[in-house]
């Protein structure tokens, strides 16, 4: 498998406009992870599904920022109307399960926003 | 809330030596899973090593080794035999049923040849 594939590796966007991050977790993972990277606040935990439902949004930060699992292979993460405070990496990670409780990350999108 | 405190932003460690990163966190629960993940500068989290609470048994994983306290809720990180490619950020993780992942502030190794 090639691991957890986000995309695209890099965003620069103008403030206002609406950004979509994407990832493909691992095949057969039950849990998607979204998780953003700021040196103020560190990693922390946007939002996690299982089996495509999302379970705990209580990290998101505000109703700008929404998230998508359509689909067992994709999932989105859409900032809109995007601002400066937004830049930042993020990551997508999946995990197995309960059972094997290792998360595997994708290489992060670094989004600045202008 | 669970917490996980890395009192070291910054360590560095001559080549070939062992150097050891802190980490302790607090939680109610019982049952729970401890990491530790590396970030090197390409910014790919890659799990170092990984100790299950409800072992006794400290995790080993080649030049890595964990020295984890349950008591004292202290998990640290002993790398043994430094070398140039372990220097990253590390982060201790602590993580429950559900494995969503609660991270600390992340140490920073530098390794000197």
């Known amino acids: 498998d090639a691991g957890v594939i986000q995309s695209p590796r890099h965003e620069v966007t103008e403030m206002g406009q609406e950004v979509t991050l994407r990832c493909k977790p691992i095949?057969?993972?039950?849990?998607l992870f979204w998780y953003r990277q700021t040196m103020m606040r560190g990693l922390e935990l946007l939002i996690y599904?299982?089996?495509?439902?999302?379970?705990?949004d209580s990290g998101m930060p505000e109703d700008r920022f929404s998230a998508k699992m359509p689909n067992a292979s994709f999932s989105t993460l859409k900032i809109q109307p995007s601002e400066p405070r937004d830049s930042a990496v993020y990551f997508c990670?999946?995990?197995?399960?309960?059972?094997?409780?290792?998360?595997?990350f994708g290489q992060g999108t670094r989004l600045t926003v202008v | 809330a669970q917490t996980v405190t890395q009192s070291q932003p910054e360590m560095s460690v001559q080549e070939a030596e062992t150097v050891t990163l802190s980490c302790t966190y607090d939680?109610?629960?019982?049952?729970?899973?401890l990491f530790w993940y590396k970030q090197p500068p390409s910014r790919q989290m890659i799990l170092v090593i990984r100790?299950?609470?409800?072992?006794?048994q400290n995790a080993t994983e080649n030049r890595f080794s964990v020295n984890f306290q349950k008591a004292a809720k202290s998990f640290s990180l002993k790398i043994s035999d430094s070398q140039l490619g372990d220097a990253a950020m590390y982060f201790c993780?602590?993580?429950?049923?559900?494995?969503?992942?609660?991270f600390g502030e992340g140490t920073q190794l530098t390794v000197n040849p």
């Open positions: 990670a999946s995990s197995p399960g309960q059972e094997n409780t290792e998360a595997f």
């Open positions: 095949s057969g993972h039950d849990y």
């Open positions: 599904f299982n089996n495509n439902v999302p379970i705990d």
């Open positions: 939680t109610s629960e019982s049952d729970y899973y």
């Open positions: 100790q299950e609470a409800y072992k006794q």
């Open positions: 993780a602590w993580e429950t049923s559900g494995s969503r992942l609660t």
